[in-house]
T-cell receptor
């Protein structure tokens, strides 16, 4: 059971380049989300999805796009990278238990540097 | 939205001491209170959680206590060990219709010295 898998683990981009961070989960979880982690600022929500075909913005969505065509995959796209997007990115998934909140499972993270 | 604060931001203890981290939240509808541990260079992982119908929960050396009236909950670690060194995050959340948007505290860095 692989859980939540993110690729790549490390990436260096030049300002203005585009790229896609991949996230896949094999637990059949409905909910998936992307966070960025910056020193002293904890984890901030970028975008999230409650199921295939449904996405919404989180706290810091500007500069990022997402789509959810399948239950398993939730890629994060940077259309024109900026130095301010240098960060560690985490993908997370969780499952529905009626109205009860459940544990979030995180991927191993992608360390992105924009120069 | 939920405002979440953690205190202290950094905590240094000697091995064997106890450590307490407090999480204060603003949304009175919150009724799920998890704590996540993130070791250096690793992913966050759930270590303990509590729901509002319970005031305290214990799992070996870790425990969580909840004060819903004052809107705070705390992580307690007893007999600390060097492997407890990590950043700890709280993420209080109300029950809702199903979707989940975790709002994390800014984290507490715990350093346990041998």
């Amino acid at each position: 059971n692989a859980g939540v898998t993110q690729t790549p683990k490390f990436q260096v981009l030049k300002t203005g380049q585009s790229m896609t961070l991949q996230c896949a989960q094999d637990m059949n979880h409905e909910y998936m989300s992307w966070y960025r982690q910056d020193p002293g600022m904890g984890l901030r929500l970028i975008h999230y999805s409650v199921g295939a075909g449904i996405t919404d913005q989180g706290e810091v969505p500007n500069g990022y796009n997402v789509s959810r065509s399948t239950t398993e995959d939730f890629p994060l796209r940077l259309l024109s990278a900026a130095p301010s997007q240098t960060s560690v990115y985490f993908c997370a998934s969780s499952y529905s238990a009626g109205r009860m909140n459940t544990e979030a499972f995180f991927g191993q993270g992608t360390r992105l540097t924009v120069v | 939205g939920e405002n979440v604060e953690q205190h202290p931001s950094t905590l240094s203890v000697q091995e064997g001491d106890s450590a307490v981290i407090k999480c204060t939240y603003s949304d009175s509808a919150s009724n799920y209170f998890p704590w996540y541990k993130q070791e250096l260079g690793k992913r966050p992982q759930l270590i303990i959680d509590i729901r509002s119908n319970v005031g305290e929960k214990k799992d070996q050396r870790i425990a969580v206590t909840l004060n819903k009236t004052a809107k705070h909950f705390s992580l307690h670690i007893t007999e600390t060990q060097p492997e407890d060194s990590a950043v700890y995050f709280c993420a209080p959340k109300p029950e809702n219709t199903g979707f989940q948007k975790l709002v994390f505290g800014t984290g507490t860095r715990l350093l346990v010295s041998p």
